[in-house]
């Protein structure tokens, strides 16, 4: 979520960047896992794939004042 391009980064991500440790569930299973930031490289590769799966984000990124961080989350 992009708290829709407001001004400021929503409260989930400021708190993964304060904590990024997470547990995820996928249908029944349930795993830790770790999040961090893309880098830019990989915020840009993967963009177009965001905008394809939820096409909103694209009007959310040119409406902020602000980059729409991308979070990485990897199975620990």
Partial sequence: MTA????RHPAWYLNLA???AVTLQVGTETFPAI???ATPAEADRLW???VAAMP?????RAA???EIP???VTRT
């Fill in 70 to 72: 991308l979070v990485l």
């Fill in 64 to 66: 902020a004042d602000r």
């Fill in 4 to 7: 829709s391009g407001a001004d």
């Fill in 35 to 37: 999040t961090r930031r």
């Fill in 56 to 60: 909103s984000y694209a009007a959310y």
């Fill in 48 to 50: 177009p794939a965001v």
């Fill in 18 to 20: 304060a904590d990024p």
